[in-house]
T-cell receptor
Framework: GESVGLHLPTLSVQEGDNSIINCAYS??????FIWYKQESGKGPQFIID?????DKRQGQRVTVLLNKTVKHLSLQIAATQPGDSAVYFC??????????FGKGTRLSVIA | GAGVSQSPSNKVTEKGKDVELRCDPI?????LYWYRQSLGQGLEFLIY????????KSGLPSDRFSAERTGGSVSTLTIQRTQQEDSAVYLC????????????FGEGSWLTVV
């Protein structure tokens, strides 16, 4: 069935290295994607979004890439810091329907 | 307010009791959502409200769950006759409209049913 999911459930990265978190989606009609960061005991925090008419979008230390051909979304974090340790969720919006979330990837930054 | 506000932040209740969880969305946001997150899991959609339209209740897990939104602003999620499997974080979110707009979350209401 249609779903949003993640390739890797956990990711350990050395402090200062770049992190890449991947997400796959199955509905080609999805036109809006968001990455959220969730720290322990807190609600999801918006990081960056991208619309389907774009391939790449950059923020502060973060970049989201969208490959519509293979229905793949990734979040790149440059110079990963201990404060980046959290669970990261991708979510997709399919027209006038609520966001559908993936299961999340836990990012652990090794000092 | 500046962000989505939820109360209570923590609630411990006995099995069989009813609970009410409150959400105050960002001022002016027309769409309001409730999600549930069990320990270590992803977000499960429960219900959303968009303006004056009838709410989408398709995600509510049983008829013990209900929600209302008064005056297009504050929302209350009610769980009747709570069960232990209802223990989770209940997250509220809001946005400008439904499609293609950033959704902002509150910090959640942590419910424990004992």
């Amino acid at each position: 069935g249609e779903s949003v999911g993640l390739h890797l459930p956990t990711l350990s990265v050395q402090e200062g290295d770049n992190s890449i978190i991947n997400c796959a989606y199955s509905n080609s009609a999805s036109d809006y994607f968001i990455w959220y960061k969730q720290e322990s005991g807190k609600g999801p925090q918006f990081i960056i979004d991208i619309r389907s008419n774009m391939d790449k979008r950059q923020g502060q230390r973060v970049t989201v890439l969208l490959n519509k051909t293979v229905k793949h979304l990734s979040l790149q974090i440059a110079a990963t810091q201990p404060g980046d340790s959290a669970v990261y969720f991708c979510a997709e919006n399919r027209g006038n329907t609520p966001l559908v979330f993936g299961k999340g990837t836990r990012l652990s930054v090794i000092a | 307010g500046a962000g989505v506000s939820q109360s209570p932040s923590n609630k411990v209740t006995e099995k069989g009791k009813d609970v009410e969880l409150r959400c105050d969305p960002i001022s002016g946001h027309t769409a309001l959502y409730w999600y549930r997150q069990s320990l270590g899991q992803g977000l499960e959609f429960l219900i959303y409200f968009q303006g004056n339209s009838a709410p989408d209740k398709s995600g509510l897990p049983s008829d013990r769950f209900s929600a209302e939104r008064t005056g297009g602003s504050v929302s209350t999620l009610t769980i009747q006759r709570t069960q232990q499997e209802d223990s989770a974080v209940y997250l509220c979110a809001s946005s400008w409209g439904l499609s293609g707009n950033t959704i902002y979350f509150g910090e959640g209401s942590w419910l424990t049913v004992v």
